[in-house]
């Protein structure tokens, strides 16, 4: 994809060296697999350590929370507008700032002295991954412009998150048991290589793409401020000042938000893109898919080691069949929605899951270790059978150009709802003499909310109702 022509105004020229970088669209590739694998992976591989982390560190509930939330909040709240900053600065150049910057911040949370210093510094990684998470799709677009072979790379990209999420909690407990910082160490050399591979891929375009300023502020202080409000109102109560104005922050900022989508110029997230019930039913998918895959992670993460006496380790081993079997079934789903139909599949992910949440519901405090690891097994093939099932529903329900949007919007909502969950599981479960209650607690909001969410899919999305 090269001219002869003077690029345009704020485009990036291409050079000879660039013609010779853009032969191999396999780099692109290997970069992009990297990027999501790390973005992924550093959302699952902390839970497992937090036991360690607040040992070494301190800091209480609370403290654990925000070092899990603090890099899934950014994350949720940066990625409606960071794809308009990869337009702007190029694909290739969004994605070496994006990693960069997740790399800086990686180093920062294995040296961080202390708790304040290491969320901070997950707040930072957060945003290097949600700079990076759509440009790791731009890059494949450009590298593979034939649609079979860019259909065949978006699967191999897809892999690298569902191995990044499979060994998230193994590879957690693998290298807390050494010291819980090489759980950020790890990506110093996965990122070296993504850049490394990055530098045989060439230059992007930039294109002068309007950043929507009030919608992004609005966006990160609504949901921090509600975020912020469950976790200290969980640990210090609800009627405290701090929580009282993070709610009202929270409720100004929404109310700032939805004024600048309807009324902005260009709006990053318009409200017209919820007329459409597939779009509205996947994005409330998508959060509370997160609620019980992300909630029932940390909750048995905590559960395993601070009630049943578990090592970092063995809590890892103890996910193994779960996250082995996301894999497995992530491969096959696309089979089974050609035959039966995305909505169909991404309901029955939801029911499985919701079933898989009740099971450890009913479960005594006592119930064997290996009992419980098996029956973890619906939630991760229920979230395997939605979640794919779940993207191909929102890209088919929206125009080609409203890709980028539709995507960014759904990634939102995902990690949004596991940043909730934490912050209100956690609260259920800050007092140690009530953990089983609390923990019993969240495991039937996640399942209600799964059901309901199953429901409506099941009655909205019917094909009558599309007519």
Known sequence: MTSTQAPASGSAATTPADRGRTAAPAFALGAALLGFFVITLDALIVSVALPTVGADLGGGMTGLQWVVDGYTLVLAALLLSAGSVSDRIGARQAFGVGMGLFLIASAAC?????????????????????????????????AYPDAAQRARALGFWALGGSVGSAA??????????????????????????????????????????????????????????????????????????????????????????????????????????????????????????????????????????????????????????????????????????????????????????AAGLLLLFFLPGTTPVRLVAVLMIPVSLGGALAVPAMTGLMLESVRPEQAGLASGALNTSRQFGGALAVAVFGALIADRADFLHGMRVSLFIGAALLVATATAGGLLLRPTASR
């Open 110 to 142: 294995g040296l961080a002295p202390t708790l304040p210093v290491l969320v901070a510094a997950r707040l930072v990684q957060g945003a290097g991954a949600a700079v990076m998470m759509p440009a790791t799709l731009a890059l494949i677009r450009e």
């Open 168 to 353: 998230g909690p193994l590879l957690g407990g693998a290298l807390s048991a050494v010291d819980w910082r090489w759980i950020f160490f790890i990506n110093l050399p996965v990122g070296a290589v993504a850049l490394a591979l990055l530098t045989r891929v060439a230059r992007s375009p930039r294109r002068p793409v309007p950043f929507d300023w009030t919608g992004q502020i609005s966006a990160v202080l609504a949901m921090g401020g509600v975020t912020y409000a469950l976790i200290e109102g969980g640990e210090y109560g609800f009627s405290g000042t701090p929580v009282i104005a993070a709610l009202a922050l929270s409720a100004l900022s929404l109310a700032v938000f939805l004024r600048s989508q309807a009324r902005g110029r260009h709006p990053m997230l318009p409200l017209t893109f919820f007329r459409s019930r597939p779009v509205t039913v996947t994005l409330l998918a998508g959060s509370t898919l997160n609620i019980g895959f992300y909630g029932l992670t940390f909750l048995l993460s905590l559960y395993f080691q601070q009630l049943r006496g578990l090592s970092a380790l063995a809590t890892g081993v103890a996910f193994l069949p779960m996250t082995l079997l996301t894999g497995v079934v992530a491969l096959q789903t696309a089979r089974l929605v050609r035959k039966f139909g995305g909505r169909l599949v991404m309901t029955a992910g939801m029911w499985i899951m």
